[in-house]
């Protein structure tokens, strides 16, 4: 039995987040270190909610990560 596996769109724009950060000399880590987050709690929020454009994360920290991320990447 396979599991079902989640369609993206074609307008679902994936963002490397980590590809981002590396090219500005910068890491995940040291960003969710100099931002006031565990970087754990950054990388389960990017693997959750870093591919997805239809709705914002549910929790604070989540939807604070997702925000600031996705300014860092498109400013």
């Keep these: ?6 369609k993206t769109s074609a307008n679902q724009k ?6 981002h950060l ?5 890491s995940l880590r040291a960003w969710s270190l100099r931002n006031g987050f565990v970087p ?4 389960v929020t990017i693997k959750r909610w870093g591919k997805r454009t239809d709705r914002q994360p549910h929790g604070g920290f989540g939807r604070q990560i997702m925000a600031l991320l996705r300014k860092e990447v498109a400013g």
């Design 40 to 43: 754990r709690t950054v990388y």
């Design 14 to 19: 994936d963002i490397d987040f980590k590809g």
């Design 1 to 6: 039995m396979s599991l079902p596996t989640m």
């Design 22 to 26: 590396r090219k500005r000399g910068d």
